[in-house]
Nanobody, 121 residues
Framework: QVRLVESGGGLVQAGGSLRLSCAAS????????WGWYRQAPGKERELVAS???????NYADSVKGRFTISRDNAKNTVYLQMNSLKPEDTAVYYC???????????????WGQGTQVTVSS
C-alpha cells in the first residue's frame, strides 16, 4: 500500500504563486515517475505535469512556462511550483505515481486525496 499526501493548496489572486508538495509513504519501491493531475468542476481530470525519476519532464500546453515540476527522490516527494496563476487554474490538484512509456505518462492505482487551488480574478 502506498499513501500519497498533497499539501500547499489555497486561495491566491491571479498572477500569484503556489507550491504544491506530495509526499509518498508506505510500500514504496523505486518510483519510476510522478504526475500531477487537476480536475475543475464539470471538467475531466487532466494531466498537468509529469517527471521521471531521471528528471525528464513534460507539461500540458496550458501550463508550460508557468508551472515547474520537481522531485526529491531521497524524500519520496514531488513538487509543483505554480507561477502566474490564472482563474482557469482553479481545480483540485492530485499527485500520482506511475510510469512513462514512449513519452506518455500512465498513473498507477495510487492517488492522493487532492488539494484545492483557487485563483481569484
Amino acid at each position: 500500500q502506498v499513501r500519497l499526501v498533497e499539501s500547499g493548496g489555497g486561495l491566491v489572486q491571479a498572477g500569484g504563486s503556489l507550491r504544491l508538495s506530495c509526499a509518498a509513504s508506505g510500500s514504496i519501491s523505486s518510483i519510476n515517475a510522478w504526475g500531477w493531475y487537476r480536475q475543475a468542476p464539470g471538467k475531466e481530470r487532466e494531466l498537468v505535469a509529469s517527471i521521471r525519476a531521471i528528471g525528464s519532464t513534460n507539461y500540458a500546453d496550458s501550463v508550460k512556462g508557468r508551472f515547474t515540476i520537481s522531485r526529491d527522490n531521497a524524500k519520496n516527494t514531488v513538487y509543483l511550483q505554480m507561477n502566474s496563476l490564472k482563474p482557469e487554474d482553479t481545480a483540485v490538484y492530485y499527485c500520482t505515481q506511475g510510469t512513462v512509456n514512449a513519452g506518455t505518462y500512465y498513473p498507477s492505482g495510487y492517488w492522493g486525496q487532492g488539494t484545492q487551488v483557487t485563483v481569484s480574478s
